[in-house]
């Protein structure tokens, strides 16, 4: 098993968003479409980097934890952080930002 540095950031960063929102694997797994009987056990492996989710799946699994799929695959975590506060504003709010 590969040790959390060299975790694939999708894998670290599933895990934080999960955890922050409060959601079990299962629940998670679930909400994204996985048959029950696995869902658990697919979040586990995509969290553990074992197996990486289908863009399809990534797309379902962000949608439930409220962040864009790029988040997940922001190398640096800062960007990732921008990602997420971005996503969060109002498009309003990113409309005035932007002018």
């Known amino acids: 098993m590969a040790d959390k540095g060299s975790l694939p950031i999708y894998?670290?960063?599933?895990?934080?968003?999960?955890?922050?929102?409060?959601?079990?694997?299962?629940?998670?797994?679930?909400?994204?479409?996985?048959?029950?009987?696995?869902?658990?056990?697919?979040?586990?492996?995509?969290?553990?980097?074992?197996?990486?989710?289908?863009?399809?799946?990534?797309?379902?699994?962000a949608a439930i934890l409220k962040l864009p799929v790029a988040y997940f695959y922001a190398e640096d975590d800062e960007l990732a952080q921008l990602i997420a506060d971005f996503k969060g504003q109002s498009k309003g709010k990113r409309r005035?930002?932007?002018?």
Do not use: C, W
């Open 11 to 61: 894998s670290r960063r599933l895990r934080e968003a999960r955890e922050a929102r409060d959601i079990s694997q299962r629940t998670l797994g679930i909400e994204a479409g996985l048959d029950e009987f696995v869902a658990s056990t697919r979040v586990n492996r995509y969290e553990k980097g074992v197996h990486q989710p289908d863009l399809q799946t990534m797309q379902r699994l």
């Open 96 to 99: 005035r930002d932007r002018s």
